[in-house]
């Protein structure tokens, strides 16, 4: 229960006014930070699901693809055998 209202605190006021790149990228994050592997890997694969990422970024699945897809153009994502 802590660590979902850290989530709610920490996460839900950083994503309630961003545009969906940033939604996403923020939810990406958080998760890269609480999770057991260093913080200096470059490559942090996501254990989520696509709809449990629209979910998280209170977003409709279909942004989500967009997002991703647009992240990965730029840079910022990279996505190897369909997982981010």
Not at 16 to 38: A, D, M, Q
């Amino acid at each position: 229960m802590a660590k979902r209202l850290y989530f709610k605190d920490v996460v839900a006021s950083e994503i309630s006014f961003g545009v969906p790149e940033y939604r996403v990228l923020t939810i990406l994050h958080y998760f890269k930070k609480i999770s057991n592997r260093p913080v200096a890997e470059t490559l942090f694969r996501v254990d989520f699901n696509r709809k449990e990422i629209a979910n998280f970024a209170r977003l409709r699945v279909d942004t989500v693809n967009r997002t991703i897809k647009s992240l990965g153009h730029e840079g910022h994502l990279k996505s190897i055998g369909g997982f981010v």
